[in-house]
C-alpha cells in the first residue's frame, strides 16, 4: 500500500484533490484529515491497514492540493461536510467506511465532520473510525430538528448543483411573467422596474 495515486473532483469553485492507496474495487474508506492538515497525514498509517481497501484520503477546500473557495467565503464546518458528500458521490459510492482525525473529528468550535456525515446520512456508511475524537454531541431535543433542517439544505444544494444549466431567454414580456409568478406580491410595475436591473438582454432574449 506505499504506491497511491493522485485524484482530482471538481467542484463549483475549481477541484478538491485527494490521494488513493490499493484496489480501487477493494472496500471503501475515505480518510479525513485534522485541522490544517492534509491527505498526506495518512501516508504513514495507511501502509500499516488492511490490504484489500480502497483508501481514499482527500484534502477538505483550503488544504493541500485542494482549491481554495473564492476570497470572502469563510470556511464554515457544514460546508466540509458537504464537501465530503461531493467526492463520495463522485466516486459512486453509495456505502463506505469513514475514517476521521482531529478536524475531521472534532474542532474548536464542536463541529464534529465525521460524526456529523453519519448522523446525517447514516446510510452512506458502515462503519465510522475516529482518531482522537469525541464524537458528535448533541442535545437530545435539538436532534431531530438539526438532522432535517442540516440534511434538507445540503440535499437541495447539491441538487441545484447537479441540476446547472445555461440560463434561459426569454422576451421581455415572458420574463416579466415569469417573475411575478414565483413573487405573487409583485405588481407588474415593481415586477418591470426590478427587471430592469435584475436581468440581461441577449440576442436570444
Not at 87 to 95: G, K, P, S
Not at 133 to 156: H, M, N, Q
Amino acid at each position: 500500500l506505499g504506491m497511491f495515486s493522485e485524484l482530482k473532483f471538481p467542484v463549483p469553485w475549481g477541484h478538491v484533490a485527494a490521494k488513493a492507496w490499493g484496489p480501487s474495487e477493494g472496500h471503501p474508506v475515505l480518510c479525513l484529515h485534522g485541522w490544517l492538515d492534509n491527505a498526506n497525514t495518512f501516508d504513514k498509517l495507511i501502509p500499516l491497514l488492511p490490504r484489500g481497501c480502497y483508501y481514499v484520503a482527500m484534502d477538505f477546500s483550503g488544504h493541500g492540493l485542494s482549491s481554495h473557495r473564492p476570497a470572502g467565503c469563510p470556511y464554515h464546518f457544514l460546508d466540509y461536510v458537504i464537501d465530503v458528500h461531493r467526492v463520495a458521490a463522485a466516486l459512486q459510492w453509495r456505502r463506505f467506511t469513514l475514517m476521521g482525525h482531529s478536524m475531521g473529528n472534532f474542532s474548536f468550535s464542536y463541529c464534529f465532520i465525521s460524526p456529523q456525515f453519519c448522523f446525517l446520512y447514516p446510510e452512506m456508511v458502515d462503519k465510522l473510525i475516529l482518531l482522537e475524537s469525541l464524537g458528535f454531541l448533541l442535545a437530545p431535543e435539538d436532534t431531530e430538528g438539526w438532522l432535517k433542517s442540516k440534511r434538507r439544505v445540503i440535499d437541495r444544494l447539491l441538487s441545484l448543483e447537479a441540476k446547472q444549466q445555461t440560463p434561459k431567454a426569454r422576451s421581455p414580456e415572458a420574463a416579466l411573467q415569469r417573475l411575478l409568478e414565483a413573487n405573487s406580491h409583485l405588481t407588474a410595475e415593481g415586477g418591470a422596474i426590478l427587471l430592469q436591473r435584475g436581468a440581461t438582454e441577449t440576442p436570444a432574449g
